[in-house]
């Protein structure tokens, strides 16, 4: 199939005007004191550019919960950022739930990601017996109880358990519909997918927000192992591009920085101003694509 032209990734590289763009960065909770320390340095390092929020991530099955609402509520309260804790379906029940959402309302967490979320160790998700069924529950319940501000997950290239791609836009609609304000799509490699998804989606009368989610390639080989769980495809660039760089890390983090930014471009060229970056807890990479991208650091009171 054709590739969109409106799409073409081309070089050299020139940053957009910084003014109207967007950012938001993702973590996941450590589970080591020296993990812990990254985790803080890397805030230090990507505070300054003023994010909408940060989001925290939550383990399957919730079995990091007690940690997430920890980083959650610290990263709100010690650095003045709006912090966002991921919630999911999966092993507890709506009173569980709902528990954890009131101390998130409580603690002055207003930001929450609904998710279904995964069965660990993997399996055929099945709902929890007395628990919310689906994302779209989850965010009507979470409704109930604040006016919380939900994003929910969208998927470029179709949730790899949907029947089709138009049940997975219909399941998109009922998370929107029950009170969703955005969607931070799966991290996809190639424009085009986001594009047409975008498309999509608008098409169907949806009008909040699609965020792009973007990962940048840390490590060839646990990008295809994200993938191959999200449903995400590998571009027969990606493998060759990093072929050779797995001893020089340094060079292989400039050409992944340099593959995210134009990313970034491309999508920024076709209307895009919000972008997600899912930064694996490390700053160095996300800051060089943002500051590509034309964004400077300013003071997080500023912001």
Known sequence: MQSDPRSQMSLPFIPPTSCDLRVSFEFFPPKTE????????????????????????????????????????RIQHKTGLT???????????????????????DAGIRHIVALRGDIPGGGKYTPHAGGYAY?????????????????????????PEAVSPESD????KR???????????QFFLEPDDFLRYRDRVAAMGVSVP??????????????????????????AWMPTLFEGLDDQPKTRQLVAATVAAEQCRVLYENGVRDFHFYTLNRAELTLAICHMLGLRARSVAAA
């Open 135 to 159: 994302a779209a529950d989850l965010v009507a319940g979470l409704k109930r109880i604040a006016d919380f501000d939900i994003s929910v997950a969208g998927y470029p290239e179709t949730h």
């Open 34 to 73: 020296e993990m812990e320390k990254t985790l803080w340095a890397s805030l230090d390092v990507l505070a300054p550019l003023g994010p909408t929020f940060v989001s925290v991530t939550y383990g399957a099955g919730g079995s990091t919960r007690a940690r997430t609402h920890d980083i959650v509520t």
């Open 210 to 235: 699609v965020v792009p989610g973007i990962l940048p390639i840390t490590n060839v080989d646990r990008t295809i192992s994200f993938a191959a769980q999200c449903g995400a495809k590998i571009p």
């Open 83 to 105: 912090a966002a804790a991921h919630l999911t379906c999966v092993a507890a029940t709506r009173e569980e739930i709902d528990s954890i959402a009131e101390s998130y309302r």
């Open 175 to 185: 998370k929107v519909d029950a009170g969703a304000s955005r969607v931070i799509t």
């Open 169 to 172: 836009l219909d399941n998109l």
